[in-house]
C-alpha cells in the first residue's frame, strides 16, 4: 500500500531532551515536506526537501533540523524541544515539487514538550 | 506572496443539508487549487483538486470549481451526511510550496 508513515504517533518529552520523528514513504517521491499544526494557526511548513541531499528552510524552521540521506527517509530533529514546540507534526510527499502534484501526509505525530 | 483565505468555522449542518465552504486565493502565476479533509484523529487527505481556471475538481459527492475572475474555489455539496465531520483546508501549490488556509471544522448533526 502506498503511504507515508511516522513514528512515534504520540511522545511526551521534557525540555532539551533531544528526539527525532521518523519519516518514511514508499511511493520513490522525490519531493518531501514537514508541517506543524495548531490551533487558529493551519499547517504551517517547517522544512522541505526537492530530493536526496537537498533541504531547504520553510516558514517556521526555528529549533527543527532536517536530513535527506536517502529518498524514502525525511527525519525531523528537534535538539533542544522546548514547550512551543508542542504541536501536531505531518509528514508529507509529492512524486515532484510541481504545483500540480498531490502531496500525501503521514497520519501524524502530536508531540507534547513538558 | 501567496495566501489563502476560508470562512471561519465551525459550521453546524443537519443531515441532508447544502454544504458550501468558501475559500479565496492571492498567489502570482498559476497555481493549482486543493481541498484536504482532516477526519477526527487522523491525517489529511486529499478531497479533490483542479489545476487551471474553470476546472472542476469533484469527488464523494463534493465539488469545487477554480474560478480565476474572483480567485476562488468554492467547496459545495448538495447533502452532508455526519460522515462528512471533520475539517476541510484549502491549499494552493505555485511556484512555492503549498500553501494552506487555516481550515473549517465542519459538524453535521443527525
Known amino acids: 500500500e502506498a503511504q507515508v508513515t511516522q513514528n512515534p504517533r504520540y511522545l511526551i518529552t521534557v525540555t532539551g531532551k533531544k528526539l527525532t520523528v521518523t519519516c518514511s514513504q514508499n511511493m520513490n517521491h522525490e519531493y518531501m515536506s514537514w508541517y506543524r499544526q495548531d490551533p487558529g494557526l493551519g499547517l504551517r511548513q517547517i522544512y522541505y526537501s526537492m530530493n536526496v541531499e537537498v533541504t531547504d528552510k520553510g516558514d517556521v524552521p526555528e529549533g527543527y533540523k532536517v536530513s535527506r540521506k536517502e529518498k524514502r527517509n525525511f527525519p525531523l530533529i528537534l535538539e533542544s524541544p522546548s514547550p512551543n514546540q508542542t504541536s501536531l507534526y505531518f509528514c508529507?510527499?509529492?512524486?515532484?515539487?510541481?504545483?500540480?502534484?498531490?502531496?500525501?501526509f503521514g497520519p501524524g505525530t502530536r508531540l507534547t514538550v513538558l | 506572496g501567496n495566501s489563502v483565505t476560508q470562512m471561519e468555522g465551525p459550521v453546524t449542518l443537519s443531515e441532508e443539508a447544502f454544504l458550501t465552504i468558501n475559500c479565496t486565493y492571492t498567489a502570482t502565476g498559476y497555481p493549482s487549487l486543493f481541498w484536504y479533509v482532516q477526519y477526527p484523529g487522523e491525517g489529511l487527505q486529499l478531497l479533490l483538486k483542479?489545476?487551471?481556471?474553470?476546472d472542476k475538481g469533484s469527488n464523494k459527492g463534493f465539488e469545487a470549481t477554480y474560478r480565476k475572475e474572483t480567485t476562488s474555489f468554492h467547496l459545495e455539496k448538495g447533502s452532508v451526511q455526519v460522515s462528512d465531520s471533520a475539517v476541510y483546508f484549502c491549499?494552493?501549490?505555485?511556484?512555492?510550496?503549498?500553501?494552506f488556509g487555516k481550515g473549517t471544522r465542519l459538524s453535521v448533526i443527525a
Open positions: 508529507a510527499s509529492s512524486l515532484f515539487s510541481g504545483r500540480a502534484d498531490t502531496q500525501y
Open positions: 483542479a489545476t487551471k481556471a474553470d
Open positions: 491549499a494552493l501549490r505555485g511556484n512555492t510550496p503549498l500553501v
